[in-house]
């Protein structure tokens, strides 16, 4: 059984460019979260989807960021005109229901030349 | 709003002793977490833990849970260098229970 899957493993954008994360969850789960980590901290909730609903995204920027879940396909975290501050490690995690264990994928490094 | 603070945040010690890392947070929660991430990788669960008392261990770790305190531990017997790495505690929120909150991080470094 593959685990998450998360592409790419690095991603290098210029500041302005937009920066598409895939997160493919564990087969069978529905359920995906999406976590920063700055360095040197603790990773923080952003964004918590089922097939095709946002259930909750109190983490995320209200601007430039955005998620999707779609009924087909993997979800895909969406950052628009990046700026230096996004550099980060964002990892996705998927579980069979809400309340169960959440597996996380290796992450996508993003660095903003 | 659930918070979680651990600590020590930076640890370094030498190989053949023992240590404990704490785990705070501020509210009532039914599930708590370890995870260790080495650098550059994602994270690897250690152990979960879901009632008042629960003690779990694996080699040289154990993690235990007291939900009236508030408090879990982490504790490390006899330190060798391959458990080097960062060590994250995460907590589920009742209200919010698929949120998981981490704590900081203690970087773990043990000298030989």
């Known amino acids: 059984n593959a685990g998450v899957m998360q592409n790419p493993r690095h991603l290098v954008r210029r500041r302005g460019q937009e920066a598409r994360l895939r997160c493919s969850p564990v087969?069978?789960?529905?359920?995906v979260y999406w976590y920063r980590q700055l360095p040197e901290e603790g990773l923080k909730f952003m964004v918590y989807?089922?097939?095709?609903?946002?259930?909750?995204e109190s983490g995320m920027p209200k601007e430039r960021f955005s998620a999707e879940f779609p009924k087909e396909g993997p979800s895909i975290l969406r950052i628009q005109q990046v700026v230096r501050g996004d550099s980060a490690a964002y990892f996705c995690?998927?579980?069979?229901?809400?309340?169960?264990?959440?597996?996380f994928g290796d992450g996508t490094r993003l660095s903003i030349l | 709003e659930l918070k979680v603070e651990q600590n020590p945040l930076f640890l370094s010690m030498q190989e053949g002793k023992n240590y404990t890392i704490y785990c705070n947070y501020s509210?009532?929660?039914?599930?708590l977490y370890w995870y260790r991430q080495d650098p550059g990788k994602s994270l690897e669960s250690l152990f979960v833990?879901?009632?008042?008392?629960a003690v779990k261990q694996e080699g040289r770790l154990m993690a235990s849970l007291d939900t009236k305190a508030r408090l879990s531990t982490l504790h490390i017997t006899a330190a060798v260098h391959d458990l080097s790495a960062t060590y994250f505690c995460?907590?589920?929120?009742?209200?919010?229970?698929?949120?998981?909150?981490f704590g900081s991080g203690t970087r773990l470094l043990v000298r030989p």
């Open positions: 989807l089922q097939k095709e609903n946002i259930i909750d």
């Open positions: 509210t009532t929660s039914d599930r």
């Open positions: 995690a998927s579980s069979a229901g809400g309340n169960q264990p959440q597996h």
């Open positions: 087969k069978g789960h529905s359920h």
């Open positions: 995460a907590v589920q929120g009742m209200d919010s229970s698929y949120k998981l909150i």
């Open positions: 833990l879901l009632s008042n008392g």
